[in-house]
């Protein structure tokens, strides 16, 4: 019964570099989402993802933010040329039905990107 | 537009003591969901309670209820007896009708001195 899994827990990079954050959901969701979560500050939503397909990511910065979910493996956020802005909190989520029919959000505990 | 208001940015109480946390939200949905979720030390956020708009009864769930008021778009969660292990922060979030996602609210720093 393992629930999300996100690694790795804490990531630092140094600006420029480029940073892989990984998730893997609940066993049988095909609904990912991706939170970032700036300190003191509520998560705000970046993408939401089915399998092999971005449903919605009207949360994500337009450059350096990509975000995928092959059909075999886990759901991958990728930040380009990383800035210090960038250090924050990704949390990532994910849940059985669609978005439109969603219920509630399994959360992961989040990967910590300090960005130096 | 949509909003989620938690003004208490941080709370302490004694242990054993009652505690409220307040939400205020904004929709122009009629149809709506409102959420709280717990996000201890550890960093995971864990469900507490969802509830539909329609639905206006409050929600008892051991020290935990919900007062959920439409009148005044408020989502009230009060922890009864508090204990050590309820300090974590607490999000509300509101998810609109057809929305993708949640909108989560600022967070409640709860802090419950033994």
């Known amino acids: 019964n393992a629930g999300v899994m996100q690694n790795p827990r804490h990531l630092v990079r140094r600006r420029g570099q480029e940073a892989r954050l990984r998730c893997s959901p609940v066993?049988?969701?095909?609904?990912v989402y991706w939170y970032r979560q700036l300190p003191e500050e509520g998560l705000k939503f970046m993408v939401y993802l089915q399998k092999e397909n971005i449903i919605d990511e009207s949360g994500m910065p337009k450059e350096r933010f990509s975000a995928e979910f092959p059909k075999e493996g886990p759901s991958i956020l990728r930040i380009q040329q990383v800035v210090r802005g960038d250090s924050a909190a990704y949390f990532c989520?994910?849940?059985?039905?669609?978005?439109?029919?969603?219920?509630?959000?399994?959360f992961g505990s989040g990967t910590q990107l300090s960005v130096l | 537009a949509q909003k989620v208001t938690q003004a208490q940015t941080e709370i302490s109480v004694v242990e054993k003591e009652d505690v409220t946390l307040d939400c205020v939200y904004e929709t122009r949905d009629t149809t709506y969901y409102l959420f709280w979720y717990k996000q201890p030390p550890s960093g995971e956020l864990v469900f507490l309670i969802r509830?539909?708009?329609?639905?206006?009864q409050n929600e008892i769930s051991g020290r935990y209820s919900w007062n959920f008021q439409k009148s005044t778009s408020s989502f009230n969660f009060t922890i009864t007896a508090s204990q050590v292990v309820d300090s974590a922060v607490y999000f509300c979030?509101?998810?609109?009708?057809?929305?993708?996602?949640?909108?989560f609210g600022t967070g409640t720093r709860l802090t419950v001195i033994p």
């Open positions: 979030a509101l998810r609109q009708t057809g929305a993708n996602n949640l909108f």
């Open positions: 509830r539909n708009s329609f639905d206006e």
């Open positions: 989520a994910s849940s059985p039905r669609a978005g439109r029919q969603l219920e509630k959000l399994f």
């Open positions: 066993k049988g969701h095909s609904h």
